[in-house]
């Protein structure tokens, strides 16, 4: 089932991973649960959602130097991923 599917207030777990490949994440390294595992991510908020596109900012901190290159962003909450995009940072 899709936890957007009704209206209310949902966290979304944001992962961010580097160009080569790993995960961009604070020292405390929090985890949500994602299908079962514990999953590491970047940050998190939570939003209320209505039942239309959320538009999210979400700041990155504690992350001490970002290198250039393509950035994989995905965005889930507890039941799924919820989207994805990449970045490039030059």
């Known amino acids: 089932s899709n936890e ?3 209206p209310g207030n949902r966290v979304v777990y944001m992962c961010i991973k580097s160009p080569d490949g790993y995960l961009l994440t604070s020292e405390s ?8 595992v514990a ?6 908020r ?5 039942g239309k ?7 990155l901190n504690e992350i001490p130097e970002f290198v250039k290159g ?3 962003v995905e965005a889930y909450t ?3 991923r919820v989207g994805s ?3 490039m940072l030059r």
């Open 53 to 59: 596109d959320v538009e999210l900012g979400i700041y």
């Open 29 to 36: 390294m929090p985890t949500f649960d994602y299908q079962g």
């Open 78 to 80: 507890s039941q799924g």
């Open 70 to 72: 393509i950035y994989t």
């Open 39 to 44: 999953t590491g991510y970047s940050a998190s």
């Open 46 to 50: 939570e939003v209320d959602y209505q």
């Open 85 to 87: 995009a990449e970045l």
């Open 4 to 6: 957007l599917a009704s």
